[in-house]
């Protein structure tokens, strides 16, 4: 009897190790097929499976009216170099186009909009000890924070063709800045200046951060 009990143990312990075996693998392949529906537009990666916020800031569902918030891969390239991120603590109550994230772009900062109204119930802590996960990874690792949202009006946001379209027109729109700006002018399928808070002025920095992300580039810290 003990031996079967034994046994049993054995066999419960295998299947547990397959069990975690298993998901781990259905959650890399999950991942794995998530990321290969990433499309490069002129340097800019998108997923059309998000939904996107004039702000440049995307929605994930994630269901029961949870959400996942980040930066999308065009707004991390504007402010490439962040060495700071300051969030919203956690039970704070976010609005959908108002200032929710802060970064710190060494002598420049940019501020963030919601893409929604709710609750915030978990932040990314890690981005507030260092920022470069939302430089390396802004659709994975790089997350801002989660919410429980109160409606979805979201939804109404670009995704799909639609934000494929919109993103299009954003890169469209930054190369005509740059180029006013800077007198950058970028070949057919040339990407992104690398480090705009570097290159630009304090007066033209305030207006790309005006332009593109909806916001100040103020120094106060946000209210929560």
């Given at each position: 009897?003990?031996?079967?009990?034994?046994?049993?143990?054995?066999?419960?312990?295998?299947?547990?190790?397959?069990?975690?075996?298993?998901?781990?693998?259905?959650?890399?392949?999950?991942?794995?097929?998530?990321?290969?529906?990433?499309?490069?537009?002129?340097?800019?990666?998108?997923?059309?499976?998000?939904?996107?916020?004039?702000?440049?800031t995307w929605v994930m569902?994630?269901?029961?009216?949870?959400?996942?918030?980040?930066?999308?891969?065009?707004?991390?390239?504007?402010?490439?170099?962040?060495?700071?991120?300051?969030?919203?603590?956690?039970?704070?109550?976010?609005?959908?186009?108002?200032?929710?994230?802060?970064?710190?772009?060494?002598?420049?900062?940019?501020?963030?909009?919601?893409?929604?109204?709710?609750?915030?119930?978990?932040?990314?802590?890690?981005?507030?000890?260092?920022?470069?996960?939302?430089?390396?990874?802004?659709?994975?690792?790089?997350?801002?924070?989660?919410?429980?949202?109160?409606?979805?009006?979201?939804?109404?946001?670009?995704?799909?063709?639609?934000?494929?379209?919109?993103?299009?027109?954003?890169?469209?729109?930054?190369?005509?800045?740059?180029?006013?700006?800077?007198?950058?002018?970028?070949?057919?399928?040339?990407?992104?200046?690398?480090?705009?808070?570097?290159?630009?002025?304090?007066e033209q920095w305030n207006?790309?951060?005006?332009?593109?992300?909806?916001?100040?580039?103020?120094?106060?810290?946000?209210?929560?």
């Open positions: 009897m003990i031996l079967a009990f034994g046994m049993a143990v054995v066999c419960l312990a295998v299947l547990g190790m397959w069990g975690v075996v298993l998901a781990g693998e259905w959650s890399y392949e999950r991942v794995r097929r998530w990321r290969a529906g990433l499309r490069d537009l002129r340097g800019v990666l998108l997923h059309p499976g998000l939904f996107y916020h004039p702000g440049h569902p994630q269901g029961n009216g949870m959400v996942r918030i980040g930066l999308d891969d065009f707004g991390r390239r504007l402010v490439d170099g962040v060495q700071g991120v300051e969030l919203p603590r956690k039970g704070a109550r976010v609005r959908q186009g108002e200032a929710a994230v802060q970064l710190d772009c060494g002598q420049k900062r940019a501020r963030l909009l919601s893409p929604v109204d709710g609750v915030v119930t978990a932040v990314n802590g890690a981005l507030t000890r260092d920022g470069s996960a939302l430089e390396r990874d802004p659709y994975g690792t790089g997350w801002l924070f989660s919410a429980k949202v109160f409606d979805r009006r979201f939804a109404s946001l670009p995704t799909g063709e639609a934000a494929v379209d919109w993103m299009r027109r954003e890169t469209g729109r930054l190369f005509i800045f740059l180029q006013g700006e800077l007198g950058v002018t970028l070949a057919d399928g040339g990407d992104l200046v690398p480090r705009p808070p570097d290159m630009l002025s304090d207006t790309l951060v005006r332009d593109f992300f909806r916001t100040s580039a103020g120094n106060e810290v946000i209210e929560h």
